[in-house]
């Protein structure tokens, strides 16, 4: 089990590498050119910053069990998709039974711009 986080302008990266170092468990942080990052304690990789680029290797990384960080719906999804956990920067929990309402709800949200 690792956690992976969506790190681009995440407020919570302190706080996640805070308790996976008290429990042990390896941290990857992933962020775009734009945010690079720099860690004592976790991995950070650091893609193009083409769209949505830190959004499909993270999930290219997930792996079941792993947990995943984000704020994004999309990538919460892919990584339930793959078995892995889901929470938001929030503290919500990403499952199956909430992800498709959520989704949804983005989609209207969008259209209505």
């Given at each position: 089990?690792?956690?992976?986080?969506?790190?681009?302008?995440?407020?919570?990266?302190?706080?996640?590498?805070?308790?996976?170092?008290?429990?042990?468990?390896?941290?990857?942080?992933?962020?775009?050119?734009?945010?690079?990052?720099?860690?004592?304690?976790?991995?950070?990789?650091?893609?193009?910053?083409?769209?949505?680029?830190?959004?499909?290797?993270?999930?290219?990384?997930?792996?079941?069990?792993?947990?995943?960080?984000?704020?994004?719906?999309?990538?919460?999804?892919?990584?339930?998709?793959?078995?892995?956990?889901?929470?938001?920067?929030?503290?919500?929990?990403?499952?199956?039974?909430?992800?498709?309402?959520?989704?949804?709800q983005k989609c209207n949200d969008l259209f209505r711009k």
């Amino acid at each position: 089990m690792q956690i992976l986080v969506d790190a681009d302008a995440c407020p919570v990266v302190g706080i996640v590498e805070e308790i996976a170092e008290k429990y042990n468990i390896p941290v990857t942080l992933l962020c775009d050119t734009n945010h690079v990052l720099y860690s004592d304690y976790s991995e950070v990789i650091v893609v193009g910053a083409g769209a949505d680029a830190v959004d499909y290797k993270l999930s290219s990384l997930c792996q079941k069990g792993d947990i995943v960080v984000s704020q994004d719906y999309g990538v919460a999804a892919m990584a339930l998709g793959k078995g892995a956990f889901a929470i938001h920067q929030s503290g919500k929990w990403y499952t199956d039974e909430n992800i498709d309402q959520m989704l949804w709800q983005k989609c209207n949200d969008l259209f209505r711009k």
